[in-house]
């Protein structure tokens, strides 16, 4: 069965009224755990050295012993406590732990994870650590993978991970994102597919088989990073696209197909979701991770593939 895990042990407490929707990540586990889709495992913490391969160790220690101003907390986000930087540790090694499983198994889930707004000295947009490079390093120090591509569809373009690897050929960064859309002042992806508002379906689908393609081929990856945002969806309250659940479940298939006919295992992540309605974010989640354990049925064993599908 496929792996899953879960920071649900490190609760992310916000100022009532606070706009992130925190409430998903319990929703979504809750609803996982009942299908009973995987095997639930609590994420680790990523240790320090994992972190400064990453990020600055000023910046660290800093987020560490809450020595952080209020400009730059509110460029985060969150207001600073031992708590949440307790749930961002283990958020980052969740995804080190997801990649870890998905290289062994073929795939594999985190229910966080995703924030891609995090740069090497710095957080913003409600990141502290970027969890995807730091897995992504993590992989190549323990030598299970020397090239990683991160496919970003969190509606939100992947600044912090594209600043991060910018002179770093081993780590391929691929956005599809909204255009108009936070970030405002972008970064130089590897392959950057910006999108007007309003997109729907079918553009969106067609722009990601071309994209999807043609970082498969220029990544010449081990491993595949998914941030398999729910901000696209039509009635997202921060999203400006139009895509429909349906077309969010074909996306996620087509990112799971096009992996697994390159022979390439999958680290999903759940990255953003502000859905007007809670519960359009938990479905659009949760088929992602349903879709996840229908592919890890199919695939073949271990000891008949080694490190690949």
Known sequence: MIHIYTIAQYPLLLPIRHRFPVG?????RERVAAAQLGIMLVAPEVDQDQLLRV???????RMRAGKMTDQEMRRIGFPWSPQIVQRALHSAGATIATCRSALANGIAVSLAGGTHHAYA?????YCIFNDSVIAARAMQAEQLARRIVVIDLDVHQGNGTAAITADDSSIFTFSIHGSHNYPFQ?????????????????PYLAALEVGLADAIEQSHADLAIYLAGADPFEDDKLGRLKLTKQGLYTRDQMVLDVCRSAGLPVAITMAGGYGRRLEDTVDIHYQTVELASRFAMTLPSQSDIGVHW
């Open 24 to 28: 998903k990540y319990e929703l979504l």
């Open 55 to 61: 990020h600055t160790a000023n910046y660290v220690d």
């Open 121 to 125: 000295d710095h957080g913003e947009g």
């Open 186 to 202: 972008k970064e130089q992806s590897d392959l950057d597919i910006a999108l007007p508002d309003g997109t729907s379906d079918e």
